[in-house]
């Protein structure tokens, strides 16, 4: 049985591993984009936070058949090769079988697999959009829909969408881009000192994954902890309507569009404070989350050349007084 390499003994990358972890609390956020140089530590911190998670019901994960399962089986991790099919995405009909038997052959399809765990696309910007653009609307919906020749299929498709991407390679479209939850951006450590323990840390779980694995288990109980806490208490973290005015003025301040950043601005906040395990969301939580709720739905503005990132910081010092 492989061995996933600790979540908690990622170094760095802090803003992915909290965005990860928001996702988790909260699948409504709507998936995570990662954007950033290769070598990163991207889809290893995914497998990781899926192989952390506990085990769910067998009958609420993996292929939707129709064959009764029962049992756990862990968290489903599924990663998306670039040249997939639609048929190989969304599932197949098999029409001679269904019109010559009267039966509805379905063939699951990636999506089915992933139900109730993680579906990860390396390179998204490279996926063909009208891919991007099905995933997205069944990470939405929780549900997808197979129909071929007046035949429909419907099985629960409900999963953490988690994308990668190097922007030197080509960009997302906007209107796809927009429709992920949070937006993180990671960089090859320059810190000689961190580099070098990341080093020492990858060395260790190559010589020995179940030592290692073993000395980080402590870190990796309070992580699923923190996790199954901030599940449990999501619901009555309190939003208080400053904060709420707060958010707004920020959306407003940087100029995003639509209501859809404020939106999930006010879903990260909330389960980031159910992570931290506090009863109301403060003006921190929003300013933590602003800069990964909003930096992929601004608008370009021609007349300012500052990054994103800044032009939020920015705004937020502004909105704060």
């Known amino acids: 049985m492989r061995v996933s390499f600790p979540f908690s003994a990622i170094v ?5 591993k909290r965005a990860l972890l928001i996702a988790a609390v909260d699948a ?22 899926a192989a952390l998670l506990p085990p769910v019901r067998a009958d609420q994960a993996g292929y939707q058949d129709g064959t009764p399962r029962s049992g756990q089986v862990p968290v489903p991790f599924v990663d998306l090769p670039l040249g997939a099919t639609e048929d190989r995405v969304v599932g197949a009909l098999d029409l001679e079988r269904a019109l010559g038997a009267g039966i509805k052959a379905f063939e699951p399809g990636l999506l089915a697999r992933a139900n109730g765990g993680f579906l990860y696309i390396d390179e998204v910007n490279l996926l063909e959009d009208h891919i991007v653009d099905l995933l997205l609307d069944v990470a939405a919906s929780g549900e997808n829909v197979v129909e071929r020749e007046g035949l429909s299929v419907r099985h629960p498709a409900r999963f953490v969408l988690v994308g990668s991407g190097n922007p030197e390679e080509g960009e997302l479209r906007p209107q796809l881009l927009d429709r992920f939850g949070l937006s993180v951006e990671v960089r ?4 000689l000192e961190q580099r070098v323990e990341i080093l020492r840390r990858c060395d260790a779980f190559e010589r020995s994954p179940s030592a290692f694995v073993e000395h980080w288990a402590a870190d990796e109980r309070a992580t699923l902890a923190a996790i199954a806490r901030g599940r449990a208490g999501l619901p009555m973290v309190a939003l208080p309507d400053a904060v709420l005015a707060f958010a707004s003025r920020l959306c407003i301040a940087v100029g995003a569009d639509g209501l859809r950043g404020e939106l999930t601005l006010m879903r990260a906040a909330r389960a980031l404070a159910a992570l931290e395990a506090v009863s109301e969301v403060t003006q921190a939580h929003v300013a933590t989350i602003a800069p990964m709720a909003l930096r992929h739905r601004l608008r370009r503005n021609v007349l300012d050349e ?11 010092e502004e909105v704060a007084g």
């Open 28 to 49: 409504r956020i709507g998936g995570v984009m990662v954007f950033g140089d290769r070598g990163t530590g991207k889809s290893t911190a995914v497998r990781a936070l």
């Open 306 to 316: 500052t990054g994103s990132t800044a032009r939020i910081l920015r705004a937020l």
């Open 188 to 191: 090859t450590p320059q810190e």
């Open 12 to 16: 760095g990358q802090d803003e992915m």
